[in-house]
C-alpha cells in the first residue's frame, strides 16, 4: 500500500476542511493525518478518499464521511487508554482512528466479507483492537464494562444491552432513527438506570441490523 507526496498532500487539505467544518481537537486531526484513509478504499478512489464523501466497501456497507467519523470521535471526548467498543467495524477506519488516540478498540462486524478485509488492513497499521464477528446489538459482555461505546450505523433504538455495558460516566455516540435520516445523540450514563440524552443534529447512516450476520 502506498502513501505518497500526492496522498499526503490531499490528507492535509481534508484536514484543513474538517478544521473549517468545526473539528478543533488536534489530536483528532492528528489521527487523521496518520491514518490515510485510502488504505481503506479500492485503489480506483485514491483521489476521492480525501473528499467528504462516502463510498461502498462492499456487503451492502459505506465508508463514512470523514467529517462523521470526526464528528462522532469528537462527541466521544476519547481520551488515551479508553477501553471503547464499536458497533459497525466496517472498513475499519474508524476503528484505527480510535487505536491512533491510544484508545483500547473492541469492535463488531455482522458482515464476514468486511470483518476479513477490516481485519488485515488494521493489522497492517500495527494497531492491535479486538475484533470480533457477530451481533452488535449483543454487545460484549464478557468485556464489559466500557468508558465509550460508539455505533456506527442508524440505529432504530438504544439497545439495552450497551447501555448495561457502560460504566457509570460512560458515553455512548448512536445515530438514532430509521429510514435514511438518523438524529445522532450522546448518552451519559450518570447513573445504574439513569442517563443523561444529548441531540447533535441529523446524519445518514446505513441501518443497524439485529440478529443478523451476513457471511
Known amino acids: 500500500m502506498q502513501d505518497g507526496y500526492k496522498h499526503k498532500g490531499l490528507r492535509k487539505k481534508l484536514i484543513q476542511e474538517l478544521r473549517e467544518k468545526g473539528i478543533q481537537d488536534e ?19 485514491t483521489e ?24 462522532q470521535t469528537d462527541l466521544l ?15 475499519g477506519f474508524q476503528t484505527s482512528i480510535l487505536c491512533a488516540l491510544g484508545a483500547k478498540v473492541f469492535s463488531i462486524e455482522r458482515q464476514k466479507e468486511l470483518f476479513l478485509k477490516a481485519k488485515s488492513i488494521i493489522h497492517h497499521f500495527n494497531f492491535n483492537p479486538k475484533l470480533v464477528f ?16 460508539i455505533i456506527t450505523c442508524g440505529a432504530p433504538e438504544i439497545p439495552e444491552a450497551l447501555l448495561n455495558q457502560m460504566k457509570i460516566g460512560g458515553v455512548m ?18 447513573a445504574e438506570h439513569e442517563f443523561n440524552t444529548e441531540e447533535f443534529g441529523v446524519f445518514s447512516f446505513v441501518p443497524m441490523l439485529e440478529n443478523k450476520t451476513g457471511h
Open 48 to 71: 476521492q478518499a480525501y473528499t467528504n464523501m462516502a463510498f461502498q466497501i462492499g456487503a451492502g456497507q459505506t465508508i463514512s464521511h470523514p467529517y462523521t467519523v470526526a464528528f
Open 27 to 45: 489530536k483528532i486531526l492528528a489521527a487523521f493525518d496518520a491514518v490515510p484513509r485510502h488504505f481503506f478504499l479500492d485503489l480506483a478512489f
Open 173 to 190: 455516540v448512536i445515530p438514532i432513527g430509521e429510514g435514511e435520516k438518523q438524529l445522532m445523540k450522546r448518552i451519559t450514563k450518570v
Open 134 to 149: 457477530g451481533d452488535g446489538y449483543k454487545g460484549l459482555p464478557n468485556f464489559a464494562p466500557f468508558d465509550k461505546v
Open 77 to 91: 471526548q476519547v481520551k488515551k487508554g479508553d477501553k471503547i467498543l464499536e458497533i459497525g467495524t466496517g472498513s
